[in-house]
């Protein structure tokens, strides 16, 4: 028995040797699935089988990924790459995996995406980023990415958003966007409309909590009312944004602080002209209806007497010019001097 358990143990690895699967690997040729998680890998191995179909790296110690990294799969349509250790992607890291359709980055220690590395992945349909320390992300990825329906970047560091990244994913029916740093001024009001927009169409979001300024924490960036955000000052030019860097780092070399230029969040005593602006009582859409509502009634009315008191003035010179038109009397002064003038013509 224990002979027969040798020979078919030989037979196995005899086959995966045939058909290329790497060491520490696990190939299932039916599926063209090859499952290389939980081995302890440190980098991407190269002897994948050229017509696999789903890579599991799940649970290792992959800390970077080269360009052409997964040159050997080109028909590769799932990867998963969570919980390892990558920090560094190369541009061309994904480059040749035009049919890929899931990819999972979750449980990283990314900390920033350029748009170069997607756009190769023109047929990707789930992106999961989430819990890594991504503190920024691309403002757009160049082109559309039509066919995403998964977005997920929740547990992260991001305090931004750019509306242009939303809204080059046209297709997404999923965004997850919990437990990030989100800073809720001026910057976050682009995010906010989308997401108003995003969900009415049937979209499905777990929601922005703000984590700053103290005014807004804990809240629900779509409770915030729009009335409350004031817009964002327009950029600096080139030159005098070097003169202002200028005068902050003389400053900061006499001891003054000074805050970045990119830092408009609304604090107790520094009010910045990019956050929002409190008010004592909470603005909601019936209010405002209301508001209108009333504004237009006083408006109609005044319109009215205006209207009348216009019909009222014309009406009174019309019958004032008709008045002056008219020959005078004569008058009684007049009528004493015509019967002087009469007696003093007669004989004596």
Not at 254 to 267: C, M, N
Not at 276 to 296: D, E, S
Request: aromatic residues 6%.
């Amino acid at each position: 028995m224990e002979g027969e358990l040798l020979l078919l143990s030989s037979m196995i690895f005899l086959l995966q040797g045939a058909c290329g699967c790497p060491e520490k690997c696990l190939c299932h040729p039916s599926s063209n699935s090859v499952d290389c998680s939980h081995q302890g890998l440190d980098e991407v191995p190269p002897d994948l089988p050229p017509d696999t179909l789903t890579l599991l790296l799940q649970d290792n110690q992959i800390s970077q990924l080269p360009a052409l990294a997964f040159r050997t799969v080109p028909q590769l349509k799932i990867l998963n790459l969570s919980n390892n250790s990558l920090s560094t992607l190369a541009p061309e890291a994904f480059h040749g995996l035009w049919d890929l359709e899931v990819l999972n980055l979750t449980q990283n220690s990314l900390l920033s995406l350029e748009s170069r590395i997607f756009q190769f992945l023109p047929q990707l349909r789930e992106l999961d980023l989430s819990s890594n320390n991504i503190s920024h992300l691309p403002k757009s990825l160049g082109k559309l990415w039509e066919n995403l329906t998964v977005f997920a970047v929740q547990h992260n560091q991001l305090q931004h958003l750019s509306r242009e990244l939303l809204e080059s994913m046209p297709g997404v029916r999923l965004l997850l966007l919990h437990s990030n740093l989100w800073k809720c001024n001026c910057h976050l009001l682009g995010l906010k409309l989308w997401l108003e927009k995003f969900i009415y169409e049937g979209g499905i979001t777990d929601g922005v909590v703000c984590g700053s300024p103290d005014t807004w924490k804990g809240k629900n960036l779509l409770k915030i009312p729009h009335e409350l955000y004031q817009p964002c000052p327009p950029p600096l030019p080139p030159h005098l944004e070097l003169a202002s860097s200028q005068a902050q780092h003389h400053s900061s070399e006499h001891g003054e602080l000074h805050k970045s230029p990119e830092d408009h969040s609304l604090g107790p005593h520094d009010l910045s002209e990019c956050g929002v602006k409190p008010k004592p009582k909470p603005v909601n859409l019936r209010h405002a209806v209301a508001t209108v509502v009333i504004t237009g009634v006083v408006c109609g009315i005044v319109c009215l007497m205006m209207l009348a008191a216009a019909i009222y003035g014309c009406t009174y010179a019309a019958i004032t010019a008709q008045y002056h038109g008219r020959p005078s009397p004569p008058t009684t002064e007049s009528g004493k001097t015509g019967g002087k003038e009469l007696f003093e013509s007669l004989p004596a």
